[in-house]
């Protein structure tokens, strides 16, 4: 079966520090991978997705970057946290079928910029 | 732009029934989805609709009309456990299978 996992589960960061996380898919191979960021009470904004290895699409203009270096890994990087980077963020994956709607998610990760 | 309403916050008596509404505005548009979060877990899928119509899975069913940009959520024989936010997602057609995400309804279920 398929698994999702991302680290670090929680972290404290301070403005100006990097930033680095991590997603790893088991079980499946070429997914589609998603970021996503939820701030505190409210929905999901989606940040990067990518359809395979070095590709990778933004959806909102920041401070972030994400990266592909192999199939099924992501990661969601910055090189100078603001305060605004602050919240709950989400890596996904798809099978690539279009017009299903599912997407299954990692245990999200929570980051506090200070 | 991708634009997705919902009720903020609905609450409901266990074992009742309760509907959560969605409103959209997409630019594209394949298909609509339904996601229940847990405080402080991750979103789980529940439900997607392609075409209009009705479509059950248990106690949660979910409808979509096109022509109306509009679909719900409907949950039967709430259970205290049901108590979480759910979202909807509209799919966008870009082959990536992205998910635009509404603003989310906080379900407070109540004995």
């Known amino acids: 079966s398929q698994t999702i996992h991302q680290w670090p589960a929680t972290l404290v960061q301070p403005v100006g520090s990097p930033l680095s996380l991590e997603c790893t898919v088991e079980?499946?191979?070429?997914?589609?991978l998603y970021w996503y960021r939820q701030a505190a009470g409210r929905g999901l904004q989606l940040l990067f997705y990518s359809v395979g290895i070095g590709q990778i699409s933004s959806e909102v203009p920041q401070n972030l970057s994400a990266s592909r270096p192999q199939d099924r890994q992501f990661i969601l990087s910055s090189k100078k946290l603001l305060l605004s980077d602050s919240g709950f963020y989400l890596c996904?994956?798809?099978?690539?079928?279009?017009?299903?709607?599912?997407?299954?998610f990692g245990e999200g990760s929570r980051l506090t910029v200070l | 732009g991708q634009s997705l309403e919902q009720p903020s916050e609905v609450t409901a008596v266990e074992g009742a029934i309760v509907q959560i509404n969605c409103t959209y505005q997409?630019?594209?548009?394949?298909?609509l989805s339904w996601y229940q979060q847990h405080d402080g877990g991750a979103p789980t899928f529940l439900s997607y609709?392609?075409?209009?119509g009705l479509e059950e899975t248990g106690r949660f069913s979910s409808f979509l009309s096109r022509s109306d940009s509009y679909g719900y959520l409907l949950l039967q024989e709430l259970q205290m456990k049901d108590s979480a936010s759910y979202f909807c997602?509209?799919?966008?057609?870009?082959?990536?299978?992205?998910?635009?995400f509404g603003t989310g309804t906080r379900l407070t279920v109540i004995p």
């Open positions: 997409t630019s594209g548009f394949y298909g």
């Open positions: 996904a994956w798809s099978g690539g079928r279009v017009g299903t709607g599912e997407l299954f």
């Open positions: 079980g499946t191979s070429n997914p589609n």
């Open positions: 609709n392609g075409l209009d």
């Open positions: 997602a509209a799919a966008n057609p870009t082959g990536a299978n992205n998910l635009f």
